[in-house]
């Protein structure tokens, strides 16, 4: 037990038990684990996780909850600071994730979903050593320009995954400058941005998602044709030339582009 690295506490239905408040029960028995440095939570129902704030070495935290108290996940991240991977249910937090900011000095992966005003994601910018971004589920149009925009000032991301909401001309402009990114997922309901993406120079994975009826096949040859180090090109809905990308990935120089169409 003492060599515990790794602990995963799921709720596989919704929970009918005596016991008060489980999951702070199991987190107090674990909390002098010197080694516990990974921890996933899964839930289904409102419960209690006061007692993750406990455990002290913690590395990455899985929080897949309905709700946890905004208070609890900041101690939590306060007394792990070595976190270096975030990963929150959707909505979990309702608000002022902007809060973890300051206790959150070493985190370099954060994946979550909340909406939120512009004004909340661009907090987030101030984290000095994220390098992988993830959002998912519903959030307001247009409301990632100014965390785009400072994150690209810092050029330091090389992972963002956008999975929800379609991206805008103007959010897509502040996007194209985060040249150290090498990752990117995002929606697009126009095909106006699409080809911009070609300026993202040391891009190696592009997964788009496209709700349009337009082929889309011109607006992905300047990707093809700017990216040097493109290596996975996956198109989920989007209407396409199979013909015309494959001809243009046999004209590449370098590593040959492998097409993924969904």
């Keep these: 037990?003492?060599?515990?690295?790794?602990?995963?506490?799921?709720?596989?239905?919704?929970?009918?038990?005596?016991?008060?408040?489980?999951f702070d029960q199991i987190l107090t028995a674990v909390r002098h684990l010197p080694k516990l440095r990974r921890l996933e939570i899964r839930a289904r129902d409102d419960s209690s996780f006061e007692r993750v704030s406990q455990l002290c070495h913690l590395e990455e935290l899985q929080i897949l909850v309905p709700k946890i108290s905004l208070p609890?996940?900041?101690?939590?991240?306060?007394?792990?600071g070595n976190l270096r991977s975030l990963h929150l249910g959707y909505a979990c937090i309702q608000k002022n994730l902007s809060h973890i900011v300051p206790h959150c000095k070493n985190l370099e992966v954060l994946k979550f979903g909340m909406p939120a005003n512009s004004s909340e994601y661009l907090q987030l910018a101030r984290l000095p050593k994220l390098r992988e971004l993830s959002y998912f589920g519903i959030r307001r149009s247009g409301s990632f320009e100014p965390l785009l925009s400072a994150l690209a000032a810092k050029s330091q991301l090389t992972h963002l995954s956008i999975d929800g909401g379609s991206l805008t001309m103007q959010e897509t402009c502040q996007l194209v400058r985060i040249q150290s990114l090498r990752h990117f997922k995002g929606f697009y309901s126009t095909t106006?941005?699409?080809?911009?993406?070609?300026?993202?120079?040391?891009?190696?994975?592009?997964?788009?998602?496209?709700f349009c009826p337009t082929d889309i096949s011109n607006n992905l040859l300047p990707i093809i044709a700017k990216c040097k180090d493109l290596k996975l090109l996956q198109i989920a809905g989007g209407n396409v030339n199979t013909k015309s990308l494959n001809d243009a990935i046999s004209l590449r120089k370098s590593e040959p582009v492998v097409l993924v169409l969904k």
């Design 72 to 80: 609890t996940l900041v101690k939590c991240c306060r007394s792990s």
């Design 192 to 210: 106006d941005c699409v080809e911009m993406l070609g300026c993202l120079a040391n891009l190696e994975e592009l997964r788009l998602s496209i």
């Design 1 to 22: 037990m003492l060599r515990l690295e790794h602990l995963v506490v799921k709720q596989e239905s919704m929970l009918v038990t005596p016991i008060q408040k489980p």
